[in-house]
């Protein structure tokens, strides 16, 4: 459910604003009245408001002084501007000098609600536009139709409509836990509001809690003005945290206790504030070993741990490699002003059986870079990077048995030095599966099969 609305009177007529207090908190919002300018900036420097319904004509200070006042004090509140019959040429100036919107008295409650929340939707896009001026939004869609893909958007479909405000996506680096957290977002009763993404291990530590719960102007060195948090920002939508197993354990602390019943408090604010958010977390990591570890709090392991979608690698998708070969050849061919690429067959089997370490995006860079060098030419197997002619000790795949009188000896000697490798990043992990998967470069269930089949206890 999202939080009431936070309102602030100021108007000197006390009936008006007693009378008006009442039938707003009827409509459910939280209202504070007050009757001057003075006690009007008093209370913003107390307290958060969503939005001020301010009289032109006060004693002292008229409106535009307040209003003035308050962004002096670079506390961003929309304010709807209220003025009495033969005002409206001033109401209309107050617009103009930055004022969301305006009313004459007398207004129905019905106008001055619709009002309130057009001016606040305006503000919250205008908001989220200045986040995603600055960023690439990547195009929403998952591609592809194996079995295992099917299945993600069966489950996609049914978490994105459930209640759950808090969950974990779980897979390899380059899987696209990005794209399927957006998915969620696009596929939930939270789609008209903002989709807001931040990668923990992409920014500074000491900036991390600041750009997540914002900071007052001077609340640290550097802070020349307000920040608006994240959080905020995703209010009524989708927060999604990418590499949340790099959150550093100071911040964990206050993280959870956001996310148990969406409090925070600003970097260097005197006052707490809410924000109603789905919490979308993903990391590549074993979150569990990092709690043993102690490098990521139990409890927060706990909460974040009860919705849980694990991002199917490349590998495991099958002939999807091909729709994506096809969807970024296309794509890339737009970018560079050219016909897309071609693959003779002879290279798309050397795709169909390249290990992918890198997932999506390392299919997504490889076509990148065969359009740019290679534009709408034919795509045959010497004009592939170095690695894909090399034997990957590490291929998921068994391997075929040549036809050759030194094949037995040939696999012998390469059992050997796979159960070596395995050997090694067992004893590098303590004998922690997990670990020594993520050493080995290949997934939990791949060394559960190569310890079966080199006979490894």
């Known amino acids: 459910m999202s939080q009431k609305i936070r309102i602030l009177i100021v108007d000197d007529e006390e009936s008006f604003v007693r009378s008006?207090?009442?039938?707003?908190?009827?409509?459910?919002?939280?209202v504070t009245g007050v009757h001057s300018g003075e006690d009007a900036f008093l209370e913003v420097r107390k307290n958060q408001f969503d939005?001020?319904?301010?009289?032109?004509?006060?004693?002292?200070?008229?409106?535009?002084?307040?209003?003035?006042?308050?962004?002096?004090?670079?506390?961003?509140?929309?304010?709807?501007?209220i003025s009495a019959h033969g005002d409206t040429r001033a109401a209309?100036?107050?617009?103009?000098?930055?004022?969301?919107?305006?009313?004459?008295k007398p207004f129905e409650l019905d106008e001055l609600i619709h009002t309130i929340n057009t001016v606040l939707d305006q503000n919250q896009t205008a908001l989220e536009l200045e986040y995603h001026r600055k960023r690439d939004v990547p195009a929403n869609g998952l591609i592809g139709d194996c079995t295992v893909m099917n299945n993600l958007r069966?489950?996609?479909?049914?978490?994105?409509?459930?209640?759950?405000?808090?969950?974990?996506?779980?897979?390899?680096?380059?899987?696209?836990?990005?794209?399927?957290?957006?998915?969620?977002?696009?596929e939930s009763p939270r789609?008209?509001?903002?989709?807001?993404?931040?990668?923990?291990?992409?920014?500074?530590?000491?900036?991390?809690?600041?750009?997540?719960?914002?900071?007052?102007?001077?609340?640290y060195t550097g802070a020349h003005q307000k920040r608006t948090g994240l959080v905020k920002l995703a209010d009524g939508g989708s927060l999604f945290l990418d590499e949340i197993g790099e959150l550093p354990l100071a911040l964990q602390a206050k993280f959870l206790h956001f996310l148990e019943n969406g409090a925070y408090r600003p970097v260097g604010s005197e006052h707490s504030a809410s924000a109603d958010v789905r919490v979308i977390a993903a990391t590549n990591r074993d979150l569990a070993e990092e709690v043993r570890l102690g490098n990521f709090r139990e409890d927060l392991f706990y909460r974040l741990n009860v919705i849980t979608i694990d991002i199917p690698a490349l590998r495991e998708r099958g002939?999807?490699?091909?729709?994506?070969?096809?969807?970024?050849?296309?794509?890339?061919?737009?970018?560079?002003?050219?016909?897309?690429?071609?693959?003779?067959?002879?290279?798309v089997d050397i795709l169909l059986a390249h290990h992918w370490r890198g997932n999506v995006r390392e299919l997504k860079n490889l076509i990148e870079r065969l359009t740019i060098l290679y534009p709408a030419k034919m795509i045959y197997p010497e004009l592939l990077p170095a690695e894909f002619h090399e034997d990957e000790l590490h291929d998921e795949r068994e391997p075929h048995q040549p036809a050759s009188s030194n094949a037995p000896q040939l696999q012998d000697r390469?059992?050997?030095?796979?159960?070596?490798?395995?050997?090694?990043?067992?004893?590098?992990?303590?004998?922690?599966?997990?670990?020594?998967?993520?050493?080995?470069?290949?997934s939990r269930h791949a060394l559960k099969r190569r310890l079966q089949r080199l006979g490894l206890q």
Do not use: W
Not at 92 to 104: I, N, T
């Open 20 to 30: 008006l207090s009442f039938a707003l908190r009827t409509e459910g919002m939280d």
């Open 51 to 81: 939005i001020i319904l301010l009289d032109l004509r006060l004693p002292g200070a008229d409106g535009m002084e307040v209003l003035n006042s308050i962004r002096n004090l670079d506390i961003d509140i929309p304010a709807i501007m």
């Open 92 to 104: 209309v100036k107050a617009v103009k000098l930055g004022a969301a919107d305006y009313l004459s």
């Open 154 to 186: 069966t489950t996609i479909e049914r978490v994105a409509k459930s209640s759950a405000s808090r969950i974990l996506l779980l897979g390899e680096s380059g899987t696209g836990k990005a794209l399927v957290a957006r998915a969620i977002h696009g």
């Open 191 to 219: 789609s008209s509001r903002a989709f807001i993404e931040v990668n923990c291990a992409a920014l500074p530590e000491q900036l991390i809690e600041s750009e997540l719960f914002g900071a007052e102007k001077g609340s």
């Open 319 to 347: 002939d999807d490699i091909i729709k994506l070969v096809e969807h970024f050849a296309d794509k890339q061919a737009k970018a560079e002003g050219c016909q897309p690429i071609k693959f003779a067959l002879e290279t």
């Open 414 to 442: 390469l059992d050997t030095t796979e159960r070596t490798l395995v050997r090694d990043a067992l004893d590098q992990a303590n004998g922690h599966k997990g670990r020594a998967a993520e050493i080995l470069g290949i």
